[in-house]
């Protein structure tokens, strides 16, 4: 078997120097759950279902608002799929309005069944 330099060889979690054999990717178990648990965290059983349904709910609204502002009827998005009861966040107005967002894409309940769709350019503050 060749020598592998293993003098810059860092855990992967931690980025402290890693003893003893080359092939290690982290300096100990502790490290190497933690990296594993993190890259698993987004992908569990409860977060992946709820985030489908969040990125459809973005996807559906970004198609009716291509231009950033828009009108739409409620039905129409619930003909696409859209489920009302997911959203990321709720911007609530002075007059007393909400806005709910699914990321970037939002929307406020008007007046006949219609809603007004809007984006946020810079989300977070
Ligand atoms: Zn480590």
Do not use: W
Not at 39 to 56: A, C, G, H
Not at 69 to 93: I, P
């Amino acid at each position: 078997m060749p020598l592998r330099d293993t003098k810059n060889r860092t855990c992967e979690h931690c980025g402290e120097k890693i003893l003893g054999r080359s092939d290690k990717r982290f300096c100990s178990d502790y490290c190497r759950n933690s990296k594993h648990n993190e890259e698993n965290r987004d992908t569990s059983n409860y977060m992946r279902p709820v985030n489908n349904i969040l990125r459809k709910n973005r996807r559906i609204l970004a198609q009716y608002n291509p231009t950033g502002k828009a009108k739409v009827l409620g039905t129409s998005l619930m003909e696409e799929g859209f489920n009302f009861a997911y959203f990321t966040n709720v911007y609530e107005t002075k007059k007393g309005g909400k806005y709910f967002f699914c990321y970037d894409q939002g929307y406020i309940q008007i007046e006949d069944g219609y809603f007004a769709l809007v984006v946020r350019e810079s989300y977070v503050k």
